[in-house]
């Protein structure tokens, strides 16, 4: 059996739905055919039985049946009392007297004799039965009861049995049984072929999803669709719609990849051009004998280490634009948010000795990734540091799940508050500031997952504002023991 399960799983999907309609059909067709037939039978058989009781005649039976048990002889023509091509009185010890002309004997049964002996006389019974020349006839058995000899005395108890043949009805069954077996093929054959034509359209589309599936594994190709009528919803049309998205979604992943590679090679290329520029100098130095002046080889150390700084920044960012929507970095937990805001601020305020940063922080907890989310707050206040004019004032505050950082530097002009997180986005006016155009974009993402949002601002009377907006995790953390 498990063979058999594992060829019929190994057919194509069409071979099976032709199959599995054609089975189906066979077993409702075999049903029908089946019922039809012993229908048939019951009403034939039941037409037999009517037509053995109206064979009977007269209320003398009891009478002419104790007289042909006493002559045991066939009664005179046109005196019978049953019409039948057989028909005979038997006692209860199975002895038959012919009482009508017949063309011969029903042969009896021991059930027949204990139907005589024993049964009620006002009941009928019927049987398939045979005849002395092994010919097959439906039997009536009547039970007459107990009849008197000629001195008065009780004798055996006698019953009627007649018969009539059953070769015309058999005949007639038997041409229905390949009437029906002829109806059946033929319908199981157009039930397959049925089968196989729905399921072949049926599964078109199929094909065709398979056909884009194959093409782009084998050129790569993106851009293939396939095409869905904007009113069907069955299963089809919706894996058709799957794979539309999930090709639309796999393009535009390859193209910020390709956007990201780019625009990483040209940010990169900037300061590496600057690094081998300055190590080109102080090695050509080095090879002529002619040093550079103190100053100047002190000013080239400081531009390589800042430059090589710089390259180690944009790689992490790099890094971390990398992972996928749904790769984590770090198990995500409750993290308290005062705090993490706290640890970022003592970052900030020894990048900006010269700036006033105040803050002003309430308790608040939220599910995220603790050291991304800290490197997202740091790049906020690294912006407002970066920004804010000397002895310029950062404010800082935390409260119901929002925080907002507010610097007083120059702002960032309407048309460009769209963009400020795309990646490598950087402002005009910025592009002279160190830095990669990558911090906000990471700002965005860590705080996009951890289910809250960020928008930047201008801020009245001057600067920016950055907002983060964060959901409070369901729980607090547990409180620490003394």
């Given at each position: ?70 002559n045991c002889s066939t009664t005179p023509q046109g005196n019978g009392f049953f019409r039948s091509n057989y028909s005979q009185v038997v006692t209860e010890s ?226 971390e634009l990398s992972r996928s929507e749904g790769q984590r970095g770090e198990r995500v937990q409750v993290v308290p948010l005062r705090d993490t805001v706290e ?140």
């Open positions: 059996m498990s063979k058999v399960a594992r060829r019929f799983r190994s057919l194509p999907i069409r071979s099976r739905l032709a199959l599995l309609v054609a089975a189906a059909v066979a077993f409702a067709v075999a049903a029908v055919s089946v019922t039809c037939w012993f229908i048939v039978q019951g009403k034939l058989y039941e037409q037999l039985n009517q037509d053995l009781q109206r064979g009977m005649r007269g209320p003398q039976q009891i009478q002419q049946a104790e007289q042909a048990l006493n199975g002895k038959v007297c012919v009482t009508d002309d017949s063309t011969g004997a029903v042969k009896v049964t021991q059930a027949d004799k204990e139907q005589i002996k024993n049964a009620d006389t006002g009941r009928i019974y019927f049987r398939d039965g045979t005849d002395e020349h092994g010919n097959a006839v439906r039997v009536m058995v009547r039970p007459l009861g107990a009849t008197r000899t000629a001195d008065g005395e009780a004798g055996p108890s006698v019953g009627f049995v007649a018969a009539v043949p059953l070769k015309s009805t058999r005949n007639t069954l038997n041409d229905l049984s390949l009437i029906l077996l002829l109806v059946s093929g033929v319908g199981v054959l157009g039930a397959g072929a049925a089968g196989l034509a729905v399921a072949r359209a049926g599964l078109r589309p199929v094909d065709k999803l398979t056909d884009a599936v194959e093409h782009v594994a084998r050129t790569e190709d993106l851009t293939v669709r396939i095409p869905v009528e904007d009113d069907s919803e069955d299963e089809i049309a919706r894996l058709s719609r799957s794979f539309n998205s999930m090709t639309s979604s796999l393009a535009s992943s390859r193209e910020l990849q390709q956007q990201l590679i780019a625009d990483a090679g040209h940010e990169l290329r900037t300061p590496l051009t600057s690094l081998r520029t300055n190590i080109e100098l102080l090695t050509r130095s080095e090879e002529t004998g002619r040093p550079l002046p103190e100053a100047d080889r002190k000013a080239l150390l400081a531009s390589v280490k800042a430059q090589v700084t710089e390259l180690a920044s944009l790689i992490g960012d790099l890094q640890a970022a601020l003592r970052r900030a305020r020894l990048r900006g000795p010269e700036l006033t940063i105040t803050a002003d922080l309430e308790p608040w907890y939220v599910m995220a990734e603790p050291s991304a989310l800290e490197r997202a707050i740091v790049n906020v206040l690294d912006n407002a540091v970066k920004f804010s004019p000397e002895g310029g004032t950062v404010d800082v505050r935390l409260g119901d799940g929002v925080l907002t950082v507010r610097d007083h530097g120059p702002g960032i002009a309407e048309d460009e508050l769209p963009h400020v997180f795309d990646r490598f986005w950087r402002s005009p006016s910025a592009r002279a500031l160190p830095g990669s155009g990558l911090g906000l974009s990471i700002v965005a993402r860590t705080v996009r997952r951890a289910g809250g949002e960020v928008t930047l601002s201008r801020a009245d009377g001057g600067g920016t504002v950055a907002t983060l907006r964060l959901p409070g995790a369901p729980t607090a953390p547990p409180a620490e023991a003394p």
